[in-house]
């Protein structure tokens, strides 16, 4: 059957679907209205003193993974050639630093923090915390989170103990603060200066998925962990590895 609307009738259709297009205008203004200002939001007020913001990966987190870790840092020499190594293979990773250090190079701190790296807790002064008093490691670890905050905007909520050191008082006084302790499960021995082949192998022969792997951009001369990076990251890479960061927050 054939239906035709009458003059009046299209008239009718029009004002119908004006109101409809009103209606939807409205409940998007309305919706925007009731957004919260973020960072960035026109009328937010910027405080220029703030840590600059990260903004958050939408990227899925890797199935298959491992984990890379750089303590002792930052360093004035190797920070940034481990970052520009880091950035040329699409990496991130977690760099665990030492308090003194951050305070010699806060701008190190902070460049790693806006590459959307994660930095995390390493002591004051590489302290082993079983031998600390609970003043002393009070001291160690807050003055740490302190300085890296100053530069993140954030407290880490990770802590390394220094040479891997845990006791029963080292969990309870972590746990205290709020910190959950974090190790490593393969080990590149990049310390003792074994050669960068040697660091390559080390690591390659060693990880599966989930590996939480240590090396050092500070501490001493780590020319052979930057000379080892690339090699390990290609290889990680072509066995179809991610890489994730540790945050410690639930």
């Excluded at 920070?79 to 699409?90: F, Q, R, S």
């Excluded at 002591?123 to 001291?139: E, I, V, Y």
């Excluded at 080292?170 to 190790?183: N, P, T």
Aim: hydrophobic fraction near 40%; aromatic fraction near 6%.
């Amino acid at each position: 059957m054939d239906v035709r609307l009458t003059r009046a009738g299209n008239r009718m259709v029009g004002l119908a679907m004006m109101l409809v297009v009103s209606t939807v205008i409205g409940i998007v203004v309305v919706a925007a209205a009731k957004s919260p200002a973020g960072p960035n939001a026109p009328g937010a007020a910027a405080d220029p003193k703030a840590p600059a913001a990260v903004t958050p990966s939408t990227t899925p987190l890797p199935a298959k993974y491992v984990v890379l870790t750089f303590d002792d840092g930052p360093d004035a020499e190797y920070t940034p050639k481990v970052l520009g190594i880091l950035a040329a293979y699409e990496a991130k990773a977690t760099f665990f630093e030492v308090g003194e250090n951050v305070r010699r190079h806060p701008e190190l701190t902070k460049k790693i923090h806006q590459a959307g790296h994660s930095v995390q807790n390493h002591t004051w002064s590489h302290a082993d915390l079983r031998k600390l008093s609970p003043a002393g490691f009070q001291q160690q670890v807050g003055s740490t989170d302190q300085a890296i905050r100053a530069q993140t905007g954030s407290t880490p909520a990770c802590l390394r103990p220094p040479y891997g050191g845990v006791s029963a008082a080292v969990r309870q006084r972590a746990k205290a603060m709020g910190k959950d302790l974090v190790v490593w499960t393969v080990d590149s021995r990049d310390w003792t200066k074994p050669g960068a082949t040697a660091i390559v192998q080390r690591v390659l022969k060693n990880v599966h998925n989930g590996s939480v792997i240590l090396m050092h951009d500070g501490g001493g001369n780590r020319s052979q962990t930057v000379a080892a990076l690339p090699a390990i990251l290609k290889s990680l890479k072509a066995q179809g590895y991610g890489f994730r960061t540790l945050s410690c927050q639930s």
